[in-house]
């Protein structure tokens, strides 16, 4: 018999249990994000120490062969765009408004479901402790592919899919790449 899901976290709890089984071989790090938000009813607040969910796009361009990276500001590397959920549960709406609050572009979600999920530390910064991000990623499909860069990056480019590892190691990045092109090799999005 499972517990009723807390009223806020309702939405992402569903979720999740749908990544969970689409993608068992991701079955400790979603376990990992399923305990936390139940046992958290602060995780959508960035000053909650223990962690926090946020909220990340994969924003593809209209053709659907390149991705918008951002060269962050903070973190000093190349990243996905997203950020913080500001105590917002809507964790769709969060990253919607990330994708288009950092890139200036228009963007429409794909799916209404997951793409990917990462939990990663940050790293102490000024008055800001060590803490996790438990990152919750859609896919995007951006309405033109003409962006402007925010505060937050460095800079913006579009990074054709065959050239991402020119742009980054990170394996959370490579993973979303390597599900893009199933993806897209299986069905047309």
């Known amino acids: 018999m499972s517990l009723p899901k807390p009223m806020h976290r309702r939405k992402l709890l569903s979720l999740l249990d749908v990544y969970a089984h689409e993608h068992p071989e991701e079955v400790e790090e979603t376990q990992r ?26 924003v593809v361009d209209p053709d659907r062969t390149r991705v918008l990276l951002t060269h ?8 996905q765009l997203g950020g913080h959920s500001d105590g917002d549960p809507d964790i769709v709406a ?16 794909l799916s209404p479901e997951i793409f990917d999920l990462d939990i990663h530390e940050i790293p102490a910064r000024k008055n800001d402790p060590a803490h996790f991000h438990f990152d919750v ?30 742009f980054t190691e990170e394996e959370s990045i490579l993973r979303m790449q390597r599900k893009w092109l199933g993806l897209t090799a299986s069905t047309r999005l």
């Open 33 to 58: 994000f399923i305990n936390f938000v139940e046992q958290y009813e602060r995780c959508f607040h960035n000053d909650f120490w223990a962690g926090h969910v946020t909220g990340s796009a994969w």
């Open 72 to 79: 962050h500001r903070k973190l000093g590397k190349w990243l």
């Open 137 to 166: 990623r859609f896919a995007f499909v951006a309405r033109t592919d003409g962006f402007k860069v925010s505060s937050e990056s460095n800079q913006l480019a579009w990074v054709p899919m065959t050239d991402l590892r020119q």
């Open 94 to 109: 969060v990253a919607t408004r990330e994708a288009e609050e950092e890139s200036g572009l228009s963007v429409e979600c």
